[in-house]
């Protein structure tokens, strides 16, 4: 079920329309193409850098505020890039308060930096994404004994030095993983770009989509998303190489932080946190005076007499994508346990392709899937009208739950592999069923593993936006679409609240990480 799709859309470049490969050729597609690259390349780096330069700040040096900076590095996880993307054009852009100040100190010619360009772009997406690779590398500087760095220490070489020849290799997976989620989510992105006038790949799938219906058309190019993806699982793998890093010692040898002082300490809790402002605090509190003026003013936000609609429909997807993401993947991991290990290992690693390709590539592989399984009912003239599956909620809840499978099969599997095998034995050996076991052994000790996966699923299908915006039923919209449209026409302030509505729920999984990142003190 998770792989038809994504198989389905790979097939379809094989019986290419060479009439729209050189219409697109002709006029966009080699501009779509560099601007893909050059954003994949750009966030990549800069998310690379600013969370691996992070997560070693805090894990290895004591400076003022360490502790407290230490989780809110975190807060930029909660701030959708397409959010924090509005709110800089907004503030930042021609008619925006920043360039008025700035004219007015220094006349209408003044020059001032473009912000909607691809360096506006990559800076946005970075400031939302390096948290993924801060949180995998702090968790691997944690989890790692400095010993080696030490001994690098007392053989004569610098600070620098070590870092360089011994913490970075140890720290490469976690950093190869981290990118990879960065680019992955780049892909997935077409909100934000738009934003910063970047026309990727991603961004001319959906145009041809709802320009002009073009299912056939739009899937072929969306291959060219699956490429991209590909490229950056094969690079992921490259970088990560065969490295395996170990220590005797573990986490009783752990990192000691360094104390900074004078000008150092200064330096590292500025840096810190101008990072949190720029990428949390200061849009937070931009969307919050917004969300206040507007609704004291006469014209208020549009529509919002269907916020609760909006609300509601977001809700009701996400428990049900929770639900089977939940389910699917509490039977398929308990399923180890009482089948061939190897298989139904391989089964869940294969169930996890929905997370390893941009949602865009997903949606238009469960289009593509649907309007097959619509013919075959037609076909078998079972009596049932037209599009039964495309265009309805089953489609949209199919294509969140192969989008957001592996979160929730990782998280379980990671739980469930802490009960003992005798829990399991001794159970079977009483006479409970496999089912019996599940819910009345596996499932209580491994309950916190499962909440934590739910929590995880819950975050990104509230937050998800390209599949929502292709997917969605006619007159079923989101808070994230809802966000979309208003921001596309320029109401920044317009949507305020609904983007305030998705940032606080989606903080109940950042409290989560950092309570899980700091059960072990650094």
Known sequence: MAVIPVAMLATSVLRPNGEVWREQWRTRLPDQLIATATLV???GTVSIL???SLAWLVSAYQFPGRRVLSWALV????????ILGFVTTAVFGVAGPVQVFW???FGRDAWFPEVRSMTGAIVALSLTLYPYVYLLARAALRDQAASAYQVARTLGASSAEATRRVVLPMLRPAIAA??????????TDFGTVQYFNVETVTVGVFRIWRGTYDRDAASEIATLVLVFALLAIGLERVARGRARFAESGGRGAGWTPRRLHGSRAVAATVAATFVVLVAFVAPAVRLATWAIAEQRSERGTPMLANFAEYLGNSLVLTVATVSVCMLASIVTTNA?????????????RTSAIGYAVPGPVVGMGVILALVALDGLLDRVSLGLPGAVATGSFLALVYAYVIRFLAPGVNSVEAGLSQVPDEATSSARTLGSTPRQVLWRVHLPLARTSVIVAAVLVAVDALKELPIAYLLRPVGFDTLPVWVYNLASESRFEQAALPALAIIVVALVPVVVLNHQLNRTPS
Do not use: C, H, K, W
Request: charged residues 15%.
């Open 41 to 43: 390349v750009g966030v």
């Open 50 to 52: 600013l969370g691996t």
């Open 75 to 82: 807060l930029p996880l909660a701030m959708p890039s397409y």
């Open 103 to 105: 004219r007015d100190q």
């Open 178 to 187: 981290g990118g990879a989620v960065v680019v992955m989510e780049t892909l």
């Open 336 to 348: 180890r346990r009482f089948g061939s290990p190897r298989l139904v290992g391989a089964a869940n």
